[in-house]
């Protein structure tokens, strides 16, 4: 029983976060979803804001939405791997693990969308949700790299 709860602390975020993503690929994350959640929120902060506006913002979070979609799923990945105890494979194998992982996620979101009526595939959000898993990386590795004992060799 304890291997099954320290599989399901390593591993159920990981499906949460993908189960949300593949989620938000379909007509559910649609422009016209997004805008409907968006304008009420906006037009309450910024009344006199122009429609024109709307639309440009509505764009904008559609396409920040893959970067941090997929930032916090590769942080997923990699705490999945780092959790105690952590898996035995060093960092570069993570790193393509994880760059893997989320790449056949990220194609399947892009997939999901070719089948959709109010929805389309684009190459450029796939390399937009990359974006966001390098970025993720980064993260990792700058943290470690500050958080690192100066007294321990490097790697």
Sequence with gaps: MKAFSRFLRRWL??????????YASTNAGST????????????????????????EVNFLVRKTAHILQFFIFALLLWRAAR????LRIGDRLLVAWVVGISGVVAGLSEGIQIFSRFRGASF??????????MLALMLVFLTKKLTRDPEQPVA
Excluded at 13 to 22: D, Q, T
Excluded at 124 to 133: A, H, P, R, S, Y
């Design 32 to 55: 016209a979803k997004t805008a409907s959640f968006l304008r009420p929120m906006l037009m309450w902060f910024f009344p006199d804001l122009p429609p024109i506006d709307l639309r």
């Design 124 to 133: 450029g959000d796939f390399l937009l949700d990359m974006t966001g898993v």
């Design 83 to 86: 959790v105690e105890p952590p």
């Design 13 to 22: 975020p990981v499906v949460i976060w993908a189960v949300v993503v593949l």
